[in-house]
C-alpha cells in the first residue's frame, strides 16, 4: 500500500523520481519497493551518484572483471557499466512508462560532463548513449549551459528525449524552453512523431538558498537575514511562471496541436543543505500539478514521514517569489553572478564526480587484471 504523503503529491500531479541508482538496489528489490510503497515513477542519475556506486558496492565486481579482458578504454568501459544499470532500470520502470504514455517511466543518464561545453561533441555522445541503453524510457541529461543549448535542440530533432539539467536561471530556462521548442519543430520537419518525444527541465533548488543565504550572511543586516532560506523557492515558483507562460504562446499552442509534449519542470537538488530548514522545504513548498520532483533518497522519506498533504504550494506566489528576488537584490546580491557562479560550480563538481568514477574503476579493472 502506497504511503499517503507521497500518495497525496502523486495525487496532486507531481511525478516522484529517485535521485540514486545503483545495481544493488536493482538487484536486491530495493527499487522496486520504492515504487510499490512511495509512488516512485522514475529514476535521474549524475556521474555524482555512479562514482558512489561503484565505490560503495560489490555487484559490479563480475562486470567488471569481464572488463578487464577486453581491449576497451577505460572511457568505453565506463559506458558499459552505467548504461547496464540505466537499461536495466529502464526495464523496471516499462510498466509505468507504458501506463503513462511515456510520462513517467524514465531514467535519466547524463552526457560526459566534459563535453559541457562542447556543442557537436555533447550532441555526439547523446545520441550514442541513446542507442547503447535501446529502451525507449532513457532520457539523456544535458546540462544547459550556452553550448549546450544547440545539443538540446539537435537532440529532440533526432526525436532523442530530453533531460535538460544544471538550470539555475530564469532568462537560461527560457532559452531552454525555446531550444526544446525549436527541437521539435525541426523533429516534424524531420518526420518523427511528436507524441514519442518528451522532455524535462530541471532547475536547482537548494544550491540557489546555499549560496544567496552564504551572502545574505555576510552582509548580517536585519533585512538580510530576514531573505534566509527564501530565494530558491522563490526562483524556483518563477520558473514555473515562465513555464506557465511558454504553453500561452501560440508557437506551444501549434506544437501542442501536431502532438507534442510539454517539456515539465522537473525540480532538481531537493536535498535540503541547512539544518534549521525543514527536510521537505524543497518538496511541500513546490508542489504543482505538470512538474516532477527528484529526490534523494533521504528526502523521500523525510516527506514520507512527515510531508504535506500535497496542496498547491505554487499558484497565486508570483508576486511574492517576485519581491523576495527584488528585495535580494536591494541588499546588495547580483542574482546573475549568483545563478552564473553556480552553473559554473556545478560542472565543476560533476567533473571532479566523473574523475573519481574513472579512477575508481581503473582500480577495480587493475585489481581484477592482477587476480
Known amino acids: 500500500m502506497s504511503n499517503k504523503n507521497t500518495q497525496a503529491l502523486s495525487d496532486a500531479g507531481v511525478s516522484i523520481w529517485i535521485d540514486d541508482l545503483s545495481r544493488g538496489q536493482l538487484n536486491d528489490g530495493s527499487l522496486q519497493k520504492l515504487v510499490d510503497d512511495y509512488n516512485v515513477t522514475g529514476v535521474t542519475t549524475n556521474p555524482t551518484i555512479f562514482a558512489n556506486a561503484l565505490k560503495n558496492g560489490h555487484d559490479y565486481a563480475e562486470q567488471v572483471a569481464e572488463l578487464a579482458s577486453t581491449g576497451l578504454s577505460l572511457d568505453e568501459a565506463v559506458v558499459e557499466i552505467t548504461t547496464r544499470d540505466v537499461a536495466n532500470a529502464c526495464d523496471l520502470f516499462s510498466g509505468i512508462y507504458a501506463s503513462t504514455k511515456g510520462v513517467d517511466g524514465r531514467v535519466s543518464i547524463e552526457v560526459d560532463p566534459r563535453l559541457a561545453r562542447k556543442t557537436q561533441e555533447t550532441i555526439d555522445e547523446a545520441q550514442k548513449l541513446y542507442a547503447k541503453v535501446a529502451k525507449e524510457n532513457v532520457l539523456i541529461k544535458i546540462p544547459a549551459t550556452v553550448e549546450g543549448l544547440e545539443a538540446i535542440t539537435a537532440t529532440t530533432a533526432a526525436g532523442i528525449s530530453v533531460n535538460v539539467t544544471l538550470i539555475f536561471d530564469l532568462e537560461r530556462y527560457r532559452a531552454v524552453i525555446n531550444a526544446y521548442m525549436l527541437g521539435l519543430e525541426q523533429a516534424r520537419e524531420a518526420g518523427h512523431d511528436l507524441s514519442k ?18 551572502r545574505l550572511n555576510e552582509i548580517g543586516t536585519d533585512e538580510a537575514k530576514a531573505l534566509l532560506g527564501k530565494a530558491g523557492v522563490a526562483n524556483a515558483r518563477l520558473a514555473f511562471q515562465v513555464f506557465e507562460q511558454s504553453l500561452e504562446t501560440e508557437r506551444w499552442k501549434t506544437l501542442a496541436t501536431q502532438g507534442a509534449n510539454p517539456q515539465r519542470p522537473l525540480w532538481a537538488s531537493t536535498g535540503v543543505k541547512d539544518p534549521s530548514y525543514s527536510d521537505t522545504l524543497y518538496v511541500d513548498s513546490l508542489v504543482a500539478a505538470g512538474t516532477v520532483n527528484t529526490m534523494p533518497h533521504k528526502t523521500l522519506m523525510a516527506v514520507a514521514d512527515h510531508g504535506g498533504d500535497g496542496s498547491d504550494a505554487v499558484a497565486g506566489s508570483y508576486e511574492e517569489s517576485n519581491d523576495v528576488l527584488d528585495s535580494v537584490a536591494r541588499v546588495g546580491i547580483n542574482y546573475d553572478d549568483v545563478v552564473s557562479l553556480l552553473e559554473a560550480e556545478g560542472l565543476e563538481k560533476f567533473d571532479a564526480s566523473w574523475e573519481e568514477l574513472l579512477d575508481g574503476l581503473q582500480q577495480s579493472l587493475d585489481a581484477a587484471r592482477s587476480n
Not at 530541471?202 to 549560496?211: K, L, N, Y
Open 197 to 214: 518525444i518528451h522532455s524535462v527541465a530541471s532547475f536547482f533548488v537548494s544550491r540557489v538558498d546555499t549560496e544567496i543565504d552564504k
